[in-house]
């Protein structure tokens, strides 16, 4: 892992010659240190996976259209709607599939900040269902379907990013009940009005 503090991050060749050593300076959260025009700069314009301009940062940033794949549910304080596996109750984050074709999230990522919209990478091999449904958990262990981040009942945003880290998908939700439901309507608007239907349409 990276200092925050300042460190010495250096690239090498297979024969184990080094080809080139960056000395990173102190970086505050979410700022990089890129390279630009030849030079080496501090910026909040994060691109990681593109080329590092204002341009990149913008798509990154800036929730993309088209995408089959939703944020379609947040419960923030489930206590008693659905059980995981081990018989507990976590918070959870519902994405549905509006096509009708299997859509491979593979390397996607969720998040609870938009700032940050790449805090969990999604598994390997995960799969969402045509026309349907796939819960992940918001329990703060960080295996298989459970995330390494927690939802906050006092409101937040729950964020889907495609393998490039560009937003495809937000649900910025207020403070929420302990088994509300915050829930995406067909016409793509979200409502508490709704009763939890984790796995199911929203209807």
Same mark, same amino acid.
Request: charged share 20%; glycine share 8%.
């Given at each position: @892992?990276?200092?925050?503090?300042?460190?010495? $991050?250096?690239?090498?060749?297979?024969?184990?010659?080094?080809?080139?050593?960056?000395?990173?300076?102190? %970086?505050?959260?979410?700022?990089? /240190?890129?390279?630009?025009?030849?030079?080496?700069?501090? #910026?909040?314009?994060?691109?990681?996976?593109?080329?590092?301009?204002?341009? #990149? /940062?913008?798509?990154?940033?800036?929730?993309?259209?088209?995408?089959?794949?939703?944020?379609?549910?947040?419960? @923030?304080?489930?206590?008693?709607? $659905?059980?995981?596996? *081990?018989?507990?109750?976590?918070?959870?984050?519902?994405?549905?599939?509006?096509?009708?074709?299997?859509?491979?999230?593979?390397?996607?990522?969720?998040?609870?900040?938009?700032? *940050? @919209?790449?805090?969990?990478?999604?598994?390997?091999?995960?799969?969402?269902?045509?026309?349907?449904?796939?819960?992940?958990?918001? @329990?703060?262990? *960080?295996?298989?379907?459970?995330?390494?981040?927690?939802?906050?009942?006092?409101?937040?945003?729950?964020? %889907?990013?495609?393998?490039?880290?560009?937003?495809? #998908?937000?649900? *910025?939700?207020?403070? $929420?009940?302990?088994?509300?439901?915050?829930?995406?309507?067909?016409?793509?608007? /979200?409502?508490?009005?709704?009763?939890? #239907?984790?796995?199911?349409?929203?209807?």
């Amino acid at each position: @892992s990276l200092n925050a503090a300042g460190d010495t $991050l250096i690239l090498f060749n297979p024969a184990g010659g080094a080809v080139e050593a960056i000395n990173i300076p102190a %970086l505050a959260q979410n700022a990089v /240190y890129r390279r630009v025009d030849g030079g080496w700069e501090v #910026s909040a314009q994060y691109t990681p996976g593109m080329e590092n301009t204002e341009e #990149s /940062y913008r798509a990154m940033t800036t929730a993309v259209t088209g995408s089959d794949v939703v944020v379609s549910e947040v419960m @923030s304080g489930n206590t008693r709607t $659905l059980a995981a596996e *081990d018989g507990q109750y976590y918070d959870y984050i519902e994405l549905a599939n509006t096509s009708g074709a299997d859509v491979d999230i593979s390397g996607w990522y969720l998040s609870d900040d938009a700032a *940050d @919209s790449m805090a969990w990478r999604i598994p390997e091999g995960t799969v969402v269902p045509a026309n349907g449904y796939l819960l992940f958990y918001a @329990s703060g262990q *960080d295996t298989l379907l459970h995330t390494n981040f927690r939802l906050s009942a006092e409101g937040e945003a729950a964020v %889907l990013t495609n393998d490039k880290g560009q937003i495809v #998908s937000i649900a *910025d939700y207020d403070i $929420l009940d302990a088994d509300q439901a915050y829930s995406r309507r067909a016409d793509g608007s /979200y409502t508490t009005e709704l009763a939890p #239907s984790p796995g199911a349409a929203n209807e």
